[in-house]
């Protein structure tokens, strides 16, 4: 039956222009900072040495700049709406194909939780056994989901605000600084420089596909953050610069240090932290980055508990708890081996959806959503039975296109017919063909879905 968005304001309805307190600042802060961490630093370090230097800093670029610009689309249509990015995605999939993207978007930001405590224990581990003489992996790993989960718990606003923005974004610029001014002035670059790739994977568009990937990684999250900002075009343009330059950035020194530390990526974060340690101030520098990296793993926890209630109604914070004891779960269980792999599938993954999305409102809705039928059984977005097959069939054949360009290592093992491609079309790699793919084919099968008319605006309903 029809409904209407309930009175009282929770975690996936339109938020209240009262609530809608954050600026353009306050998105460049949150998006250049959970841009920063020492996963990216891993990401980065997977481009070489099979990219030379200056083909993997070209290949960061790109793949930069282009996953940036899908985040920044994807900021404004969580602006525009008020709503999650799972909830946006109703009038696309139907409002029960949504819920297919949330139970995969759960999976991956538990996923990404679950790599980030790994990460911070790690080097919480070996900064501790240094000083103290005490490792606690297992106390580290526990601590950092309980930090994750209070912060989720707390919400968006309080942690930008009260967090980021007073202390947090300073101190990481300082140390980001830093490191930056230590791989220049104590190692030789030059020779880097001049070093070539050894070839193998990734080659360079699979480098392109794995720098979009951590852009594309936040695109399931972005709405749920810029719902909170006041209406503003500076949102989409904070984001982009915000991201694209700190993503840059971190993917640089991700390949650039595990060079000149001759580490492979599986085992950068440990070389580094020994290689800091003995430093005067390497364990400031190391605790600074752990700290940062708190968010990054609140934004996981906190976004995951809001698709969650995409599809159960339940309160978030009750599903934050939750999420947050997944995540700590497979930390125990997981290590980072295989990385890249999880990395390029995600790209497929929401690549791919995000195609439809873009097509859907700026092209079939031009940029209006009901937000009432957003909620209602039987309403616009309910299609046959809440699915929308239009949604659904674009999405997976931008994924298919996606497997065959970018051919994930991992799937190619399991797929045989990945690997009988025609090699032409892996050498532009999967970011671009699959977000067309899935974006066209979307618009031609979008006329044969009857009974849906022209969606209106906020101020029209």
């Known amino acids: 039956m029809a409904g209407s968005i309930p009175e009282a304001f ?6 209240p222009d009262d609530r809608r307190t954050l600026g353009p600042l306050n998105i460049a802060v949150l998006w250049g900072d959970l841009a920063v ?29 282009i996953g940036s610009a899908l985040l920044a689309v994807t900021a404004k249509i969580g602006n525009d709406t008020g709503v999650p990015t799972m909830v946006a995605l109703r009038p696309s999939l139907g409002i029960r ?37 005490f490792e606690g992996y297992y106390f580290w790993l526990a601590l950092f989901a309980f930090v994750a989960t209070a912060f989720a718990i707390g919400g968006p606003v309080v942690v930008v605000r009260d967090f980021l923005q007073r202390f947090g974004m300073w101190i990481v610029l300082a140390a980001t600084i830093w490191l930056t001014y230590r791989l220049f002035t104590v190692y030789d670059l030059h020779e880097l420089f001049d070093r070539e790739g050894t070839g193998g994977f ?22 749920d953050y810029t719902r909170y900002a006041r209406r503003s075009a500076g949102v989409a343009w904070a984001t982009f610069w915000s991201y694209a330059i700190a993503n840059t950035w971190f ?33 400031l520098f190391l605790l ?6 708190t968010d990054n793993a609140f934004a996981d926890v906190y976004s995951a508990s809001v698709s969650l209630q995409n599809i159960v109604p339940v309160p978030q914070r009750l599903l934050a708890v939750l ?45 209006r959503y009901d937000p009432e039928d957003l909620y209602a059984e039987g309403g616009r977005y309910w299609y046959w039975s809440g699915v929308n097959p239009a949604g659904l069939l674009a999405w997976l054949a931008g994924f298919v296109v996606y497997t065959a360009c970018a051919q994930p290592p991992a799937l190619v093992d399991h797929f045989s017919w990945i690997s009988e491609v025609p090699s032409d079309l892996t050498t532009v790699g999967g970011t671009v063909p699959s977000f067309a793919v899935s974006l066209l084919v979307y618009l031609a099968l979008t006329p044969l879905m009857a009974g849906r008319g022209r969606a209106v605006s906020p101020a029209e309903a």
Request: glycine fraction near 12%; charged fraction near 10%; proline fraction near 4%.
């Open 202 to 223: 990734p080659n360079f568009w699979q480098g392109v596909d794995i720098a979009v990937s951590l852009p594309v990684s936040w695109l399931p999250l972005i709405a």
């Open 97 to 133: 194909g949504s819920y297919l993207a949330s139970v995969l978007n759960i999976g991956q930001l538990i996923g990404w939780a679950g790599l980030e405590v790994i990460i911070m224990a790690q080097a919480s581990r070996a900064i501790s056994d240094e000083f103290f003489g």
């Open 251 to 283: 993917f640089f020194l991700g390949f650039g240090y595990v060079l000149v530390l001759n580490a492979d990526p599986g085992s950068l974060i440990g070389s580094l932290v020994d290689s800091l340690l003995p430093l005067a101030l390497g364990w």
């Open 288 to 293: 600074v980055i752990l700290v940062d990296e």
């Open 10 to 15: 929770d975690e996936i309805t339109p938020v």
């Open 323 to 367: 999420t947050g004891i997944c995540a700590f779960v497979l930390a125990v269980s997981v290590d980072l081996l295989g990385y890249e792999n999880f990395l390029l599938l995600i790209g497929g993954v929401f690549v791919s959806l995000f195609g439809v999305l873009v097509a859907d409102y700026f092209v079939t809705s031009r940029q």
């Open 37 to 65: 961490g020492l996963l990216v630093l891993v990401a980065g370090a997977l481009l070489v040495p099979a990219l030379g230097l200056p083909a993997a800093i070209a290949a960061t670029v790109i793949g930069s700049i």
